[in-house]
């Protein structure tokens, strides 16, 4: 079986670095373990070459285009479908997805789409019935996929298959955990909810925010929050020194939200948490909101804590919980790891996804 998996944007210096595009980068490369796969995308200038066992083709993304567009489209895509057995598209609502769903159900193709939460206003499948072309959507939560069968008719897929995500290899626990610091990864956006990180230090606790602000009044709002508290932030980490701030912890905070800060509300928060499942592989118990994919993902009181959205008073009295018992907290910790070792690694989801394909 030939796959080829076909993504807008992809995880390089030179595209766009975000959980989506990792996504379907870890994916392409263990799914090319278990077959031949390729993974193909777009950059200002176009390249070939291997990933391991994966081929990478890289197509020309039209001139003027800003990396985030989504909507790249170049003739070669069209041989590329051709030439492969199933195609895996990544984010649902673009220009290319679009254009691949099509030239797939001319050729008799199988089809897949994996929504990533991203996607385009303009997108013509938010107007016409393409998506339900497709042979079927692959999602990454029980949560994503009642969002779409529960979508109009002309968006609702004929058949949707949940395949989660996974945890890359190089997180895992590196060390005991300072009992006096929680941490936070992410973008720095209004649904992260961060600001009721914030509100729940009190005492000698400490808090150490990690990610780059992706909206200026946002950002100001949470230094002015933090401002005369034990409260730290970073915008330089990169991934080689994540799981050492996982591991050196007391917990990870996932404070995500339907209604935020500033009156906007969404109701595709997490639909998958991986910050909650990278903490959890480096034995670090979560604190996460019960939000999205959020509690499919964490057990309560047994893996982390799954507490109500809004709620800083929740989240100190979690961590407090964890603070006075650190028998409870190793433990946690220790099931949390091995809960992503049986359901949340790339290998186990892209099996998932070629028994899909094959169905």
Not at 14 to 43: N, Q
Not at 93 to 103: E, H, K, N, Q
Not at 219 to 241: C, I, S, W, Y
Not at 287 to 313: C, Q, W
Request: charged share 20%; glycine share 10%; hydrophobic share 45%.
């Amino acid at each position: 079986m030939n796959v080829l998996h076909i993504s807008p944007t992809w995880f390089g210096s030179t595209s766009v670095i975000g959980g989506g595009e990792r996504y379907a980068w870890e994916l392409a490369r263990a799914c090319a373990v278990m077959t031949p796969t390729t993974f193909l995308s777009f950059d200002a200038a176009p390249a070939e070459r291997a990933d391991g066992a994966l081929r990478v083709r890289l197509l020309r993304r039209g001139a003027g285009r800003a990396p985030l567009a989504g909507n790249p489209w170049q003739p070669a895509l069209y041989r590329e479908i051709a030439r492969a057995d199933v195609i895996h598209c990544h984010q649902a609502d673009t220009a290319t997805t679009s254009a691949a769903i099509l030239a797939a159900r001319l050729l008799g193709k199988r089809i897949f789409v994996t929504d990533l939460g991203g996607g385009h206003t303009g997108a013509l499948s938010l107007r016409l019935p393409i998506l339900p072309r497709a042979t079927g959507m692959l999602l990454l939560s029980e949560y994503s996929r009642r969002l779409w069968n529960a979508a109009p008719p002309a968006r609702r897929p004929r058949r949707s298959v949940v395949v989660y995500g996974g945890v890359s290899e190089t997180f895992v626990p590196t060390g005991a955990p300072d009992p006096h610091r929680v941490l936070f990864v992410g973008r720095l956006v209004r649904h992260k909810g961060v600001e009721h990180a914030i509100a729940a230090m009190d005492g000698d606790m400490t808090l150490l925010i990690a990610g780059q602000p992706y909206d200026a009044p946002y950002a100001r709002m949470l230094r002015d929050a933090a401002a005369g508290t034990r409260v730290a932030f970073r915008d330089d980490v990169g991934d080689e020194e994540l799981p050492a701030l996982y591991g050196g912890a007391l917990a990870t905070v996932v404070p995500s939200v339907y209604k935020a800060w500033g009156g906007s509300e969404t109701n595709v928060p997490e639909l998958l948490g991986l910050v909650a499942l990278e903490s959890m592989a480096c034995g670090t118990p979560p604190i996460v909101s019960r939000v999205g994919s959020l509690p499919e993902l964490v057990e309560d009181g047994v893996t982390g804590f799954v507490v109500a959205p809004n709620d800083p008073a929740a989240i100190r009295s979690a961590i407090a919980a964890l603070t006075a018992d650190p028998a409870r907290r190793l433990e946690m910790g220790r099931r949390a790891r091995a809960a992503v070792l049986a359901r949340f690694t790339w290998p186990a989801t892209a099996q998932r996804c070629l028994e899909a394909y094959a169905a």
